[in-house]
Every structure is written in structure tokens, then in C-alpha cells.
């Protein structure tokens, strides 16, 4: 069954966003997905011509819209974030690879999700949209909390409700028996980074979501590594040059698990829990409950090494 998909993404800091991408349009090539549109949820003024530059090398063409908004944590050392912007492989892929939108040509995020979502609405849902996000959230929030447009009468709630089947987002850190704390050198991590970049958007969309939630947390992404197989690739494929020359070839899996979950579903190599109702408290750190009618899920690994073996295939074929 061909899966309908919108790509939101951070992509231009860590490359798991285009080993995500890459993952989408293997799919799209092998019939699995159509790749309806992508979407930027940061102010890095380079994931704009990244993402179109990958959807370029894979003749895959579609609208890139962008956030016109700064999340709330990239306004914490603003100068020093946009230098560091500059040292990412966002920009590698800007400077060397054609793309045509830019952060400056693209549209607001909002009127592109509006747009597609309206040109969706249907009651099957097999022919609803999953919009894959993979960043931080401002632009879930600010397409629930749209009002009705040339788009569509609906306001954001019920667009959503009636065009997409599930968001399937990669976020929130669960302290557990097989990941008590993760420390990256000196700092400890408490609050997952794609919820703590925008935590009010985070916390709106877990509350008011209209259809259902499956969230690839920080534990699988961290314990499967891949790109061992994309990263031979020729370096004519941005997201292979990217994962060569700014990470050694291998990476976390936290995006991909997202996307491929959103495509293949469980696929035997994913497991899904029973209802849940996901919290953010105002640091960003996530909690659970359960709840038979919850509509929060998480995803786990049945095995990491027969994930890390689907994973990199999917990349590449």
C-alpha cells in the first residue's frame, strides 16, 4: 500500500535527518510512498536548500515550505547558533549541490501543510496523510491552531482530523532500566533536544493532537546505529557526502525509525505499546500513562541488529 507522506524536519544539524529523507524516497521509488511535501520546523537558513537539494539528486520534486518562526531554543544564543549553522552540513549541501527553494523563496510552512492537507480530506483511512516529524514542533502546533484559509473552511483541528491518519514523531527521553542517563560529555540530558528546542509546541500538539501520536523516543534511535551502507555511496548523494564528511559514515537512527515506521509500519522489526498519554512539563522533560484510551504510542526494537539491517537497506533500495 502506497503511504502518503509529509516530511517535517530540523534537517541541516544531524545527518539522521537525511538517512529519514533518503529512507522516504527509496520508498517512493519501490512504489511504498508518495512524498507529498516537506516542511522546515527550524530557522538554520540552510535545511531549506538541503532538503530540496536531496529531493533534487533523487528526481523527486515537491514544495518545501519552512517555520517563519524561531523555536524557542534557537533564540538561546542566537549568534552563536547561526555560526554554528555554518559548520554544519546543511550549508555543505547548500554550497555544493542545485536546489531551488531557499530559505527566503520558501512558504510558510502552514500554508503548505493547509494546501496538501485540504486536497486529502477523506473518511479511509488508508488514504489519509502521515506527516513524519522529525524536529522540533512548531510547525504541528501552528497547523492545529490554524484557522480556516483559502484552503479549507476547517480550522487546523479538523483539517487534521479528517486528512491525516498519524503523526509519527521522533521525540521525548524515557529514563528506563536499558538507558537510565545519557550524558553527552559534561551535560546530562534530561529533556529530549527536539522537545526542548520548541516546548510549548510540544506540549500543545501531545494535548491536543486530533489523531493519533507514535513517537520513535530517544532509547531505539540511540541504541541502532546505521549508514554503513549509504555512506559508500558516491558522494553525487548529498546525504552520503554528509554522513562521510561530518560523521565518520554512522549515526544515531532516531529520524529514520520515524520514517520507516510511517511507511512499513511494524514490519516486524518494530514493536508498538498499548494507548498512552504522553506529558511535557514545562522543562521538556516527557512522562507516560497509560490510558486503553490514550492516543500516544511508543515505539522499541525488537531486535537492534535486525533494525540497524533494515534501516541501512532502506536507504539505499
Same mark, same amino acid.
Given at each position: =500500500? ?95 549541490? $542545485? ?88 551535560? $546530562? =540530558? ?20 486530533s489523531v493519533p501520536i507514535v513517537v520513535s523516543h530517544f532509547t531505539p534511535g540511540m541504541m541502532t546505529i546505521t549508514g554503513e551502507l549509504i555512506s559508500k555511496e558516491s558522494d553525487d548523494n548529498p546525504v552520503s557526502a554528509s554522513y562521510n564528511k561530518f560523521f565518520n559514515g554512522l549515526r544515531q537512527s532516531w529520524d529514520p525509525i520515524s520514517a520507516y515506521y510511517a511507511i512499513y ?30 492516543? $500516544? ?17 532502506? =536507504?539505499?533500495?
Amino acid at each position: =500500500m502506497k503511504r502518503k507522506i509529509i516530511f517535517d524536519t530540523d534537517l541541516g544539524g544531524d545527518i539522521d535527518d537525511g538517512g529519514a529523507l533518503s529512507i522516504i524516497h527509496q520508498a517512493v521509488n519501490n512504489g511504498y510512498a508518495e512524498l507529498l511535501a516537506c516542511t522546515s520546523s527550524t530557522s538554520n537558513p540552510y535545511s531549506v536548500s538541503a532538503i530540496d537539494a536531496i529531493n533534487e539528486y533523487y528526481k523527486h520534486k515537491v514544495e518545501v515550505g519552512t517555520t517563519k518562526l524561531i523555536p524557542e531554543g534557537e533564540t538561546i544564543n542566537r549568534d552563536e547558533y547561526l555560526k554554528n549553522c555554518d559548520t554544519w552540513y546543511g550549508k555543505y549541501i547548500n554550497d555544493n549541490y $542545485h536546489h531551488t527553494y531557499t530559505k527566503d523563496n520558501a512558504r510558510d510552512a502552514i500554508k503548505v501543510l493547509r494546501e496538501v492537507l485540504s486536497k486529502n480530506i477523506t473518511t479511509d483511512d488508508n488514504e489519509k496523510v502521515t506527516i513524519i516529524v522529525v524536529g522540533t514542533i512548531i510547525n504541528i502546533e501552528g497547523l492545529l491552531k490554524s484557522e480556516p484559509d483559502e484552503y479549507s473552511s476547517l480550522n487546523g483541528i479538523e483539517l487534521v482530523k479528517n486528512s491525516v491518519k498519524e503523526f509519527s514523531l521522533m521525540g521525548c527521553f524515557f529514563p528506563s532500566e536499558e538507558l537510565k542517563d545519557v550524558w553527552f560529555g559534561d551535560f $546530562h =540530558m534530561e529533556a529530549e533536544n527536539n522537545i526542548v528546542q520548541d516546548i510549548s509546541s510540544a506540549k500543545y500538539t501531545f494535548k491536543n493532537s486530533s489523531v493519533p501520536i507514535v513517537v520513535s523516543h530517544f532509547t531505539p534511535g540511540m541504541m541502532t546505529i546505521t549508514g554503513e551502507l549509504i555512506s559508500k555511496e558516491s558522494d553525487d548523494n548529498p546525504v552520503s557526502a554528509s554522513y562521510n564528511k561530518f560523521f565518520n559514515g554512522l549515526r544515531q537512527s532516531w529520524d529514520p525509525i520515524s520514517a520507516y515506521y510511517a511507511i512499513y509500519g511494524l514490519n516486524n522489526v518494530l514493536t508498538i505499546s498499548e494507548p498512552l498519554t504522553i506529558s511535557i512539563d514545562d522543562k521538556g522533560i516527557s512522562t507516560y500513562k497509560n490510558n486503553k484510551s490514550g492516543t $500516544h504510542y511508543l515505539l522499541y526494537a525488537k531486535s537492534y541488529e535486525e533494525l540497524k539491517n533494515e534501516l541501512n537497506i532502506k =536507504m539505499v533500495k
